[in-house]
C-alpha cells in the first residue's frame, strides 16, 4: 500500500480515538493564529522544486492535528520582485496553493482574489523556485480569507455552521472588529482563529491572542463568500463515481452528490462512514 495512504489511514484512526475523549471547554475566547505567508504543494509540485520522489521535512508541528511547518522553503516571485525563503506546510495536498498578504502582493506585483482556502478555480497565477528547478502555477495565489477551525463539539456551544460568516472583535491596545469570517467544522479541527499578517497589524494583535464572535447572522444578505457552502450545496450531483484506493472524510466533504460510488477494492475510513450518514449521503459499492 502506498505510503500516503498509510498516513491517511493513522491520521483517521487518531481522529477515531479522539472523538471518544470530552471536548474541552472554552470561555467563549477564540485563540487566534497569526499565518505569514505560506505555500502548500501538491506531490508533484514538491518533486519538480527538489528533486524526483522527494518527502517534505517536518520542521515543527502546526495547532491543526496533521499539519506541519517543513525544513524547506522556496521562492516565489510576480512581475515586480520576489520573496524569498517562503515556508512551505505539510503534508502535501492534491493542489498546490500559495497564501500571502495584500502587503506581499503590492512588493511583487500581484492581485490575488481573497478566497477560502483550496478555493483556488481562476486566482492569480504565480511562479515558485526551489532548488532543483521551478515551477509556474497558472493559478493557486490567494490572499485567505480569515476563519475559525472549529470541532462539530465546538459549533455547537457557538451555535454557528460550517460556511457561515460572523462578525469577530479582539480586545487589546486597538480593539478591533473583523466581519465575514467563515466558520470551518470538522472532527480534524482544533479551536482556533487564522487571519493573516496584514490583520494582525492592523489590530497589533500577536500570536495567542483571544477573540470572540459577537455577530453570527443568518445566510440572508450575505456576501456571495459567505453563502458560498449553501450554492455548492444546491447544484450537488446525484451520483459521484470515486475512482482512489482509499475514500477517507476529506473526500467525503469535498465531494458535491448524494450518492458516492466505490470499488469493492476502495478502503473506506470509518469517520468516512460517519460522514457519508450525517450528510445524509449514500455509499454504493460496484461488484463488477
Request: charged share 20%; glycine share 8%; no cysteine.
Amino acid at each position: 500500500m502506498q505510503e500516503n495512504l498509510v498516513q491517511k489511514i493513522v491520521e483517521e484512526v487518531l481522529q477515531q480515538v479522539l472523538k471518544g475523549q470530552p471536548s474541552l471547554q472554552h470561555d467563549g475566547k477564540i485563540p487566534i493564529g497569526v499565518s505569514a505567508r505560506h505555500v502548500h504543494l501538491a506531490q508533484a509540485e514538491v518533486e519538480l522544486l527538489f528533486g524526483e520522489n522527494y518527502q517534505l521535512t517536518p520542521k515543527f508541528e502546526l495547532s491543526q492535528p496533521g499539519q506541519f511547518a517543513a525544513e524547506e522553503t522556496v521562492v516565489i516571485a510576480g512581475p515586480k520582485g520576489s520573496i524569498e525563503r517562503v515556508r512551505i506546510l505539510g503534508p502535501a495536498r492534491a493542489l498546490s496553493q500559495v497564501e500571502i498578504s495584500w502587503t506581499d502582493a503590492m512588493k511583487i506585483g500581484v492581485k490575488p482574489p481573497l478566497r477560502t482556502s483550496g478555493d483556488i478555480k481562476g486566482s492569480s497565477p504565480i511562479t515558485l523556485i526551489g532548488p532543483k528547478g521551478s515551477v509556474l502555477l497558472a493559478e493557486g495565489l490567494i490572499i485567505a480569507q480569515a476563519h475559525i477551525h472549529m470541532s462539530p463539539v465546538d459549533s455547537t456551544q457557538f451555535q454557528v455552521t460550517d460556511g457561515q460568516a460572523v462578525q469577530v472583535k479582539v480586545e487589546g491596545v486597538r480593539p478591533i472588529i473583523l466581519s465575514n469570517v467563515i466558520i470551518r467544522v470538522s472532527e480534524r479541527y482544533r479551536l482556533e482563529m487564522h487571519i493573516d499578517t496584514d490583520e494582525a497589524n492592523a489590530g497589533l494583535i500577536q500570536q495567542g491572542a483571544k477573540a470572540e464572535i459577537v455577530n453570527a447572522p443568518s445566510t440572508v444578505g450575505l456576501t456571495p463568500l459567505a453563502i458560498q457552502p449553501v450554492v455548492k450545496q444546491a447544484e450537488e450531483k446525484s451520483s459521484y463515481h470515486f475512482d482512489k484506493k482509499l475514500l477517507s472524510q476529506g473526500e467525503v466533504l469535498e465531494i458535491n452528490a448524494q450518492e458516492i460510488i466505490v470499488s469493492k477494492k476502495t478502503i473506506v475510513t470509518a469517520l468516512a462512514y460517519d460522514k457519508i450518514r450525517e450528510l445524509n449521503k449514500t455509499l454504493t459499492i460496484r461488484t463488477g
